[in-house]
């Protein structure tokens, strides 16, 4: 038994030796990245105009950051202002898939991050603009009754701005928001900002809104009075616009006046004039008209007798008390 406490001493009392073993780099603490500048409406949807991206903590002197595009080899950041770096291979728009995780000076690094997703998208296509309908008596004159746009070429999501500034759409001088055309003379600029935040090349159209009915400003011909009518005799008046009209037959029957001769109602067919702002309206005495008689003078334009009368816009003209025989 004496002997086994004996050997137990020395065993306790022997030099202990550790192996040295070697040890790997561990990982420092967990890191994550996102867009330094998601641009746009959105400021979670990772589309954006600038592809920089963000480190979650402060890159020290001594840690660089290492990163991987779309799967391809590691490169080493360039850092600005201790969190931020512009990946290479972004030149293009497209979508990008980005990994990375920061390295220490003894080798340890972080675990790579979650991939970043990313849209980057520098431009946005000008929209193709145009007049929907120009109505009226020519289809590109610009003189219309219907002001509405065709509008085409627009991103998914993206945003329609319309401008009266001139184009510009400088927040500071901008007549710019929704689209309000006015009556008489219209110039708009229109733009699309697509999800990014880019504004595409404002493109213009200018069009004369009218909406308004011409009405007749004079009227030349025989006023009221005790009339002579032989057959064949002509008596005609003449209707003066402030614009040209023009004259178009329906159903075959074009325009008339209706007067009034011995008490009979008659009617004067337009003759001439279709074009300028001066229509002629004329009637020929038959031998059952013949004779002396009082002659009223027409005191209502109206299209109830047949025809059509549009200004250069399509307006069509409508009933209006004549005004009296000018002198």
């Keep these: 038994m004496p002997r086994h406490r004996a050997s137990s001493r020395r065993k306790l009392d022997a030099p202990i030796r ?9 990982q420092v603490c967990a890191v994550a990245i996102g867009l330094a500048d998601d641009t746009g409406r959105s400021r979670t949807d990772r589309v954006t105009s600038n592809p920089t991206i963000a480190v979650n903590r402060t890159v020290t002197a001594s840690q660089r950051v290492e990163y ?11 850092i600005t202002n201790g969190r931020t770096f512009l990946p290479e291979g972004l030149e293009v728009d497209g979508h990008y898939r980005i990994v990375a995780r920061i390295v220490d000076a003894a080798g340890r690094s972080t675990s790579p991050t979650l991939p970043l997703a990313i849209k980057v998208d520098r431009t946005a296509s000008p929209l193709n603009l145009s007049l929907r309908q ?3 008596v020519s289809s590109s004159d610009g003189i219309t009754t219907m002001a509405g746009l065709a509008i085409s070429g627009q991103e998914p999501r993206a945003v329609v701005q319309f401008s009266r500034d001139s184009g510009s759409f400088d927040p500071l001088t901008a007549v710019w928001g929704s689209y309000r055309p006015q009556a008489g003379e219209n110039r708009w600029w229109v733009r699309q900002v697509d999800p ?12 004369t809104l009218d909406t308004a009915t011409d009405r007749v400003s004079r009227l030349e011909g025989p006023k009221s009075a005790t009339y002579e009518a032989v057959e064949g005799s002509v008596v005609s008046w003449t209707l003066q616009f402030d614009q040209p009209m023009q004259v178009a037959p329906l159903n075959g029957t074009l325009p008339a006046l209706k007067f009034t001769f011995r008490g009979r109602d008659l009617l004067a067919r337009y003759q001439e004039g ?3 702002n001066r229509l002629t309206y004329a009637y020929t005495f038959t031998a059952a008209d013949a004779g002396t008689g009082e002659l009223t003078a027409p005191v209502t334009s109206c299209l109830c007798y047949g025809g059509t009368i549009t200004d250069a816009a399509g307006n069509r003209h409508r009933k209006q008390a004549l005004p009296p025989v000018a002198v």
Excluded: K, W, Y
């Design 274 to 276: 279709s074009g300028t």
């Design 68 to 78: 991987t595009v779309n799967g391809g080899p590691a490169q080493t950041a360039t």
């Design 134 to 136: 120009d109505t009226g």
């Design 18 to 26: 550790l192996g040295i073993e070697a040890m790997e780099p561990r």
């Design 196 to 207: 990014a935040g880019n504004g595409s090349t404002p493109v213009s159209v200018s069009f």
